[in-house]
């Protein structure tokens, strides 16, 4: 009796493994190829429902395993399971307001922020002093029956200079997995049918083990299955706000010509008061360096001036022929200079001859 026993608990055992075999294949086949059959939006989704029914004849331990599948072609475009993802890049003049809106919105419609962090990305000069710029990261999950709805605020709500949408089709791969559990659930029934039938404790011990192991594998895919549900039913979507200057605000509109000359004109002025701003404050920062600096130039110039003037005295004398009496040499003076002289010169010859 304990060998048939046995006997018994193996066949059931092996023939639903053979059935868990087939079932995880799909699904993990499924699960490979996900991506790539989201990627095709003309696919053909198939939805299959499966039906299992086991007939066991509990006497001397003949066990039959009988599944049958049934297609339901009527679903195959209805009930599609889409994980819906959105990326924008926004910017805002009035960035407090604007992620307090968001947030408060987000609340409104059901959904919820997953996360969101905030950062200074710079600053500009304004009324005398620096004021920083800031930049918000959210990642919101909204309902997917609102999204565009909220879509449609954001855009009105701040000025949207990128945006992508990525749906991703998962109707097969969340098909195999529900298709995996119900195989699980079955075996679980009959397993727990078998308990009730075991007579010794040995084939209690192996039945409750497998029935462990189901029940694990079954709780794994219910967790996987909440997840993939949220997904789906909450579309996510990447939002960054970045604050801007009113000069800086990306303009999707076309102004006129007017427009065009006053905002030139208005950036101009900002751009030369900064300017000025700025240079007073270089010069007084550099006061020491600057005040040596023009002591130099002082000294330089002095000397330049004195080293012109003399040159322009000296050739002032030049044109108007004024010199110095000493500079000038009477004739008379010079003949006789000369003749004195000459008479020295006798002088000296007759009294070398005496």
């Known amino acids: ?13 092996l023939s639903f493994s053979l059935l868990l075999s087939g079932c995880g294949s799909s699904s993990d086949s499924s699960s490979y190829n996900a991506k790539s059959a989201g990627g095709d939006a003309n696919y053909a989704t198939e939805n299959a429902n499966y039906e299992v029914a086991m007939s066991e004849d509990y006497a001397e331990g003949d066990v039959e395993t009988e599944t049958d599948v049934e297609v339901d072609e009527s ?3 209805t009930d599609r399971k889409l994980i819906t993802t959105v990326n924008i890049n926004s910017e805002t003049l009035s ?23 905030i950062s200074v990305s710079g600053s500009y000069y304004y009324s005398d002093r620096y004021v920083d710029l800031h930049t918000a990261d959210y990642v919101i999950r909204i309902p997917e029956q609102k999204l565009e709805g909220f879509l449609t605020d954001v855009d009105s709500k701040t000025n949207i200079t990128y945006k992508s949408k990525n749906v991703e089709d998962v109707t097969l791969t969340y098909t195999d997995i529900v298709a995996h559990q119900e195989a699980l659930e079955t075996e679980k029934e009959a397993l727990e049918r078998l308990m009730e ?11 409750q083990t497998e029935l462990t192991d189901v029940q694990y594998q079954i709780d794994s895919i219910k967790s996987q299955l ?13 939002i960054s706000i970045k ?8 303009i999707t509109e076309k102004k006129t010509v007017f427009q065009r000359i006053g905002d030139g004109f208005m950036s101009s002025l900002k751009g030369t008061g900064n300017f000025l701003v700025e240079l007073f404050i270089i010069i007084v920062v550099n006061i020491p360096q600057l005040i040596l600096l023009a002591a130099i130039i002082v000294v330089i110039v002095l000397i330049a001036k004195k080293s012109m003037k003399s040159s322009e005295e000296n050739k002032s004398k030049k044109r108007s022929g004024v010199f110095s009496r000493k500079d000038i040499i009477d004739p008379i003076d010079a003949v ?16 070398d001859k005496k």
Request: aromatic letters at 8%; a negative charge.
């Open 1 to 13: 009796m304990k060998k048939k026993s046995l006997s018994f608990i193996g066949a059931v055992a």
């Open 75 to 77: 679903s195959q475009t």
């Open 95 to 117: 960035f407090d307001e604007t992620i307090s809106w968001i947030e408060a919105r987000t609340l409104e419609l059901g959904g919820y922020v997953e996360s969101s962090s």
């Open 197 to 207: 039938k075991a007579e010794n404790m040995e084939d209690i011990i192996t039945i």
């Open 226 to 238: 909440r997840v993939y549900d949220n997904k789906i039913d909450y579309s996510t979507i990447n």
């Open 243 to 250: 604050e801007v200057e009113p000069d800086n605000l990306t």
């Open 336 to 351: 006789n200079s000369q003749e004195g002289d000459n008479y020295q010169n006798d002088s000296d010859g007759q009294k």
